[in-house]
């Protein structure tokens, strides 16, 4: 199945008090291992950036006054998500951004049904516990030292890996990467020794014969003679 891991920065909040989206990261994922293919982009708000959020993401107005609004990359971000199931930590605070931008624009919202929200899912698994995505990188061993400010695209990858032990999927990947692991050289192995051509026994004939008289004395039970190994 194919997923998108998303996230977004933004001026703040809430969408309702002007804030907008400043910067979405996005991680393909199929079959809950990561493709490679991420979208990223920066994007002017078109109004000024609060200090508070400047300390969250770093990213001030200045640095996004060239950068491109979201009207310039909102086909761009639908050709890149298509019809893929949306994953999202905390998504009703992103989605509401999002919808927020499209409406803007005359487009549909995202349908809810398409948004898995890891923040429920935590919440399921971790009840009354911190389900904040350091916090579950610190309960899963998640390396998370390039987090010393909150970037889209990186906590999505974050999230790429919080949501495979969320939902078990590293567990069923290594194991399907053993078993595939094993199939080639277990192959190889017997078509080897399939090949190979067997050697003669290198027991002298004196040796098999006293083994033979000593096998007579075990009784008509004894495995060498079960299995025709040794004539009676």
């Known amino acids: 199945m194919r997923e998108i891991v998303l996230d977004t920065e933004t001026t703040g909040l809430d969408p309702a008090s002007g804030h907008r989206i400043v910067e979405i990261g996005a991680v393909e994922v199929l079959n809950q291992a990561p493709t490679g293919k991420t979208f990223h982009v920066l994007i002017n708000p078109e109004r000024g950036v609060p200090e508070d959020a400047v300390r969250v993401h770093g990213h001030t107005a200045a640095l996004l006054r060239d950068k491109p609004v979201f009207a310039g990359i909102v086909d761009a971000l639908a050709a890149f998500v298509a019809d893929a199931q949306i994953v999202i930590h905390n998504a009703e605070f992103d989605v509401r951004f999002l919808n927020s931008e499209l409406e803007r624009l005359g487009r549909d919202p995202i349908d809810p049904s398409r948004v898995v929200d890891t923040l429920t899912l935590a919440r399921r698994r ?15 061993r998640i390396d998370r030292s390039r987090r010393v400010r909150h970037g889209a695209l990186l906590d999505a990858e974050i ?11 590293r ?4 194991s399907l990467e053993s078993a595939f692991a094993a199939t080639g050289p277990i192959i190889a192995l017997t078509s080897a020794v399939a090949a190979r051509t067997i050697r003669p026994p290198s027991i002298r004939a004196g040796e098999a014969a006293a083994h033979a008289e000593h096998v007579k004395t075990l009784g008509e039970g004894a495995i060498w003679l079960r299995y025709g190994l040794v004539t009676a």
């Not at 567990?171 to 290594?174: A, D, E, K, P, V």
């Open 126 to 140: 971790h009840p009354g516990q911190p389900n904040n995505l350091d916090a579950l990188c610190d309960r899963y």
């Open 171 to 174: 567990q069923r990947s290594l």
């Open 159 to 169: 999230l790429v890996e919080v949501y495979c032990e969320l939902t078990g999927g």
